[in-house]
């Protein structure tokens, strides 16, 4: 059996253990959510349409950016309240050759749904501005070779039958 002053320790400790779970569980996280896409306009468009989508649409002071590095640093406003947010606009290329953009958003303070509603409303901002991407750079299909309209044999008249053992016909 264990001295009494062991057990006082150990359920103190086992209390101290149960506080600090229940305080860490309980208390506000900070949610580290982000948002992030390939876009498939230029990376001149998705700057441009980004920043008219932040300062214009949604009214958010832009307290910094660069277009060279590719970010811009805002205030995402809700119920009075500030929170700092980022949109980082970056160059990739496909495996094709072909430019694309990797835009990330980022409202640190806020429920990542904030993020999604940003990202999705640039996406249309970008289809609204500048036409639909898919139907842009769909390639157009070649042109098929003209058919003849006028058999080559007059003998060969679509819609009569040959008779079997003809010599005219190619045989098959």
């Known amino acids: 059996m264990l001295p009494s002053s062991v057990l006082t320790l150990a359920r103190r400790?086992?209390?101290v253990l149960a506080l600090t779970t229940v305080g860490v569980s309980l208390s506000p996280s900070r949610a580290e959510a982000r948002v992030s896409g390939e876009i498939a306009y230029s990376y001149q468009q998705t700057?441009?349409?980004?920043?008219?989508?932040?300062?214009?649409?949604?009214?958010?002071p832009?307290?910094?950016?660069?277009e060279e590095?590719?970010?811009?640093?805002?205030?995402?406003?809700?119920?009075?309240r500030?929170?700092?947010g980022s949109v980082e606009v970056v160059r990739t290329t496909d495996a094709r050759g072909e430019e694309h953009v990797r835009v990330t958003v980022q409202v640190?303070?806020?429920?990542?749904?904030?993020e999604r509603m940003v990202y999705d409303r640039l996406t249309r901002k970008l289809r609204e501005d500048f036409g639909d991407v898919r139907t842009r750079r769909r390639p157009t299909p070649p042109e098929?070779?003209?058919e003849p309209s006028e058999p080559s044999d007059p003998s060969e008249q679509p819609g009569e039958p040959t008779p079997p053992g003809d010599a005219t016909?190619?045989?098959?």
């Open 69 to 80: 590095m590719g970010f811009v640093l805002f205030e995402y406003t809700s119920q009075g």
């Open 108 to 114: 640190p303070a806020m429920p990542s749904y904030v």
């Open 62 to 66: 832009i307290t910094d950016r660069d």
């Open 47 to 60: 700057w441009q349409a980004t920043v008219r989508l932040l300062r214009v649409d949604l009214q958010c």
């Open 82 to 84: 500030r929170y700092p």
């Open 169 to 172: 016909q190619p045989s098959r």
């Open 144 to 146: 098929a070779p003209a």
């Open 13 to 15: 400790l086992l209390v």
